[in-house]
T-cell receptor, first 113, second 113 residues
């Protein structure tokens, strides 16, 4: 079956612009996670959804970052007024339950110029 | 601050060698520990998940052990193959299941034919 799909795979934007990153989880997975990975670093937790609600958004770095999952399936990570420091690979993962192993997508590489 | 450390950052071994990858964590009150594999430009693949009550997990040529009291985990790879070349990351959860993982920076393994 299909894995976790993230679009676009690459995004280049200018400083100050708004971007949206999309994640399509595996069908039926109720838990969805966003992580951010900078070069040479491990992934850093951003936010976790259980169904439609954000169960833990403590990893969002500031109020420029926001994520939604309105129907409990697809999720969108939104970044306002992008800064060069936002450049990273944004990874999405899903799992059938919160106790199951994670399934990661290939990520969206965001470059802010 | 909860930290996960993986040393060395890179490792190169000849094909066929048995090897051990180390992971240490500062806070022993973990919920579980996971090992992941990451290939260049790809997302993470879950290899093994060890619950805090367990001491080890095995899958094929991989064996992961957990010593909570000393804050350490090891990933043992038997009879290494060139296809094992990748970055291996460990991650711990403190708040319950997968909800918020803290990752190490990973160990980049190269298996020479």
């Amino acid at each position: 079956g299909a894995g976790v799909s993230q679009t676009p795979s690459n995004k280049v934007t200018e400083k100050g612009k708004y971007v949206e990153l999309r994640c399509d989880p595996i069908s039926g997975h109720t838990a969805l996670y966003w992580y951010r990975q900078s070069l040479g670093q491990g992934p850093e937790f951003l936010i976790y959804f259980q169904g439609t609600g954000a169960a833990d958004d403590s990893g969002l770095p500031n109020d420029r970052f926001f994520a939604v999952r309105p129907e409990g399936s697809v999720s969108t990570l939104k970044i306002q007024r992008t800064e060069r420091g936002d450049s990273a690979v944004y990874l999405c993962a899903s799992s059938p339950t919160v106790d199951s192993p994670l399934h990661f997508g290939n990520g969206t590489r965001l470059t802010v110029t | 601050k909860q930290e996960v450390t993986q040393i060395p950052a890179a490792l190169s071994v000849p094909e066929g060698e048995n090897l051990v990858l180390n992971c240490s964590f500062t806070d022993s009150a973990i919920y579980n520990l996971q090992w992941f594999r990451q290939d260049p430009g790809k997302g993470l693949t879950s290899l093994l998940l060890i619950q805090s009550s367990q001491r080890e997990q095995t899958s094929g040529r991989l064996n992961a052990s957990l010593d909570k009291s000393s804050g350490r985990s090891t990933l043992y790879i038997a009879a290494s193959q060139p296809g094992d070349s990748a970055t291996y990351l460990c991650a711990v959860s403190y708040t319950g299941a997968n909800s918020k993982l803290t990752f190490g920076k990973g160990i980049t393994l190269s298996v020479r034919p």
